[in-house]
Structure formats: structure tokens, C-alpha cells
């Protein structure tokens, strides 16, 4: 796919554990093409989100209280860092999958190596 691409981040013992748990860096990305903002952690979480579903993007300093993929319903979170979140709302909701679940994704957010950058990207015309 072809597109800008923004690895997820992690802390150092992050990194090793979800590595470990196949949710690493190597299988682990945010990438915004003309169309469509992919996200994948591993076999945990994958989205096609296309990129007229944005209805807003910004950096997140909510509290985390946890790393990897978790949420419920239609918000989840997707980080292997407490820091560099970005909150991405969706309307319509996006099909999406976490693990062999199907969800209806209004409200994503994921920890990025360049906060800034994806936000930037996404206020971009796509």
C-alpha cells in the first residue's frame, strides 16, 4: 500500500513483550493514502478507515491505562506507548476487527511514533 507511514510507539518493555505477542513494530503501522487511513497492530486490530470517515483528528492525553488493544463497543485504543496518542472520530462507523471480532469503529485511539505529523497528514486534503 501506498501511502505515508507512521509506526506505532512503544516503551521499551512494550516493544519486547507485544513483539513476543505478535504485535510488534514490524506488524504494527498507521499509513494514510490518498483514500483511506490503515491501521494494523499485529493480528489484534486491523482497520481500513476511509479517510471521509475522519470527522477529527488531535492529539490525545487522556489517561492510558493499559497497552496493547483493548476498548468495547465502537471506542478502542491501540498503543504499545502512553505517550504520542492521537484520537481519530469516525462517522459513519468503520467495520473493523479486533482479533477474529468484527466491531463498528466510531472513536480510535493509537499511540504513533509522530503525533504531530498524522495530524497534520489527516488536516491535509486527502
Known amino acids: 500500500m501506498s501511502g ?54 488531535r492529539l490525545d492525553d487522556d489517561k492510558i491505562w493499559g497497552w496493547g488493544v483493548h476498548g468495547w463497543g465502537a471506542k478502542w485504543l491501540v498503543n504499545g506507548s502512553s505517550s504520542g496518542v492521537v ?18 469503529l466510531r472513536v480510535l485511539r493509537v499511540s504513533v511514533e509522530e503525533p504531530n505529523a498524522l495530524v497534520a497528514e489527516l488536516a491535509a486534503d486527502g
Not at 510507539?9 to 483511506?36: I, K, Q
Not at 484520537?87 to 463498528?104: E, I
Open 87 to 104: 484520537r481519530l472520530d469516525l462517522d459513519p462507523a468503520v467495520p473493523s476487527k479486533v482479533g477474529p471480532f468484527g466491531v463498528g
Open 4 to 57: 505515508k507511514r507512521f509506526g506505532i510507539s512503544y516503551g521499551s518493555f512494550n516493544r519486547a513483550l507485544l513483539t513476543v505477542l505478535g504485535m510488534g513494530p514490524e506488524r504494527s503501522h498507521v499509513t494514510v493514502s490518498d483514500d483511506t487511513v490503515t491501521v494494523r497492530m499485529g493480528w489484534a486490530f486491523r482497520s481500513d478507515i476511509p479517510r471521509s470517515a475522519v470527522t477529527s483528528s
